[in-house]
């Protein structure tokens, strides 16, 4: 499928621990997101990057952190702040430029805090 | 603030019927809309959008400034077409970040 990737697929979280889920493209795109996924609330902003070195809140930062060192990669930390962790996550990645730019999303990472 | 509703979390027919997925939003621009899909076991993807005008799958959607509704609709489900659907808008100023609907199950029973 290549595009982009997520990793990894499953993840299990001990309470009080931070877990760090990779996002990785290879489409050379500027703008990178993490989304979070609950069953009947759609797709909800954790953070974006429009660019390298950039990054911004989105709708529900609280207990999450972001790093956009390279452009190819957009990590998530969950941190032991984040109240309700247990959730789906999907990263996606878009062009700069032209209207109407669609966002390509990763497989996701599925978390469970045990 | 932008806002996208979704009213039906389920939504089930019968194959060959046809098929409304309705979308609402509040925006106070001019947005672009767009609807996606999620097929079991498959990411996330772009299914269209309101600019291109084109249909996909037998799917079309018309955005109604009036109403401010973007309704995805296709004359005959086929079961294939069962899965989430979200309907997406994006303002045309500024940083073009997505803001989703929570979704619509769509389930086509043969």
């Known amino acids: 499928d290549g595009g982009i990737t997520q990793s990894p697929k499953y993840l299990f979280r001990k309470e009080g621990q931070n877990v760090t889920l990779s996002c990785e493209q290879n489409l050379n795109h500027d703008a990178m997101y993490w989304y979070r996924q609950d069953p009947g609330q759609g797709l909800r902003l954790i953070y974006y990057?429009?660019?390298?070195?950039?990054?911004q809140k989105g709708d529900i930062a609280e207990g999450y952190s972001v790093s956009r060192e390279k452009k190819e990669s957009f990590p998530l930390t969950v941190t032991s702040a984040q109240k309700n962790p247990t959730a789906f996550y999907l990263c996606?990645?878009?062009?700069?430029?032209?209207?109407?730019?669609?966002?390509?999303f990763g497989p996701g990472t599925r978390l469970t805090v045990l | 603030a932008q806002r996208v509703t979704q009213p039906e979390k389920l939504l089930s027919v019968f194959k060959g019927a046809p098929v409304e997925l309705k979308c609402n939003y509040s925006?106070?621009?001019?947005?672009?809309l767009f609807w996606y899909v999620q097929y079991s076991r498959q990411r996330l993807q772009l299914l269209l959008r309101?600019?291109s005008r084109e249909s996909i799958k037998g799917f079309t959607a018309d955005l109604n400034k009036g109403e401010t509704s973007f309704h995805l609709k296709k004359p005959f489900a086929q079961e294939e077409d069962s899965a989430m659907y979200y309907c997406?808008?994006?303002?045309?100023?500024?940083?073009?970040?997505?803001?989703f609907g929570t979704g619509t199950r769509l389930l086509v029973s043969p």
């Open positions: 997406a808008l994006m303002r045309n100023t500024g940083f073009q970040k997505l803001v």
């Open positions: 925006y106070s621009g001019s947005p672009e």
């Open positions: 990057s429009q660019i390298v070195n950039d990054f």
């Open positions: 996606a990645s878009s062009g700069r430029t032209g209207g109407g730019n669609e966002q390509f």
């Open positions: 309101h600019i």
